[in-house]
């Protein structure tokens, strides 16, 4: 396999992680370089607006999985019919099962008051701290460890309970563990709440809504 096959099979085996973990600890010089990839991202005006809070006390875990199973039955408790059926059989935990969560961090006020760039932009800072989270699950995936992104939680508990201050936006809880294996198809398509949309739904050529054909070349026309 060549490098640049590498990167797309990389690319291809990302998984977001629930079920599937082991609880065995992290090679901590893996960690550094999961973490060191995530550092590498690109941001706007070099600003590098994130923060990496390293959870690893199990009573830390066990009161956000907590926090995150109480979210979990309010979103449920929206649904009926089909939709909660298929979604009780959807885990969006794996905080304890994980042992390490790693909570991500942005600081809009990393690079000084003028970030280059940013003027007219306001999210592009948060749009920095999300690409150094898919440098870190690229990393990780290449490290042959598991994801997991949970976005069942209220902000403001999440920055309470590791200490953020006011103005640094907790972005996410990334579980981050040794796992025994991904599926080939993501859970939520295998269960069945969503399902991957073809290439050519989402591509349009010169404007919104004009399909673009990928396998001849631009059109000229």
């Avoid at 050519?200 to 631009?218: D, K, N, R």
Wanted: hydrophobic share 40%; proline share 6%.
């Amino acid at each position: 396999m060549t490098p640049e096959q590498g990167v797309y099979d990389v690319i291809n085996r990302r998984r977001d992680t629930r079920r599937e973990f082991t609880g065995a600890p992290v090679d901590p010089e893996a960690l550094r370089r999961v973490l060191s990839a995530a550092h590498c991202a690109p941001s706007v005006g070099m600003s590098q607006p994130w923060d990496f809070v390293i959870v690893r006390s199990p009573g830390t875990l066990a009161r956000f999985a907590a926090h995150v199973a109480q979210e979990r039955a309010t979103f449920a408790g929206t649904l009926s019919g089909e939709r909660a059926e298929t979604f009780s059989r959807i885990k969006v935990g794996g905080v304890t099962e994980s042992g390490l969560g790693i909570v991500v961090g942005y600081d809009p006020g990393r690079g000084g008051p003028q970030v280059l760039g940013r003027h007219a932009i306001a999210d592009a800072g948060l749009y920095s701290v999300v690409c150094a989270i898919q440098n870190l699950w690229l990393a990780a995936t290449a490290e042959g460890l598991g994801v997991g992104w949970v976005s069942f939680y209220r902000e403001e508990f999440l920055r309470d309970l590791v200490g953020m201050p006011a103005h640094v936006r907790p972005v996410a809880w990334l579980c981050l563990g040794a796992v025994e294996g991904v599926p080939d198809v993501p859970d939520l398509e295998r269960f069945g709440w969503r399902h991957r949309s073809p290439l050519s739904t989402v591509v349009h050529e010169g404007e919104y809504g004009v399909p673009c054909s990928l396998s001849g070349g631009a059109s000229t026309g």
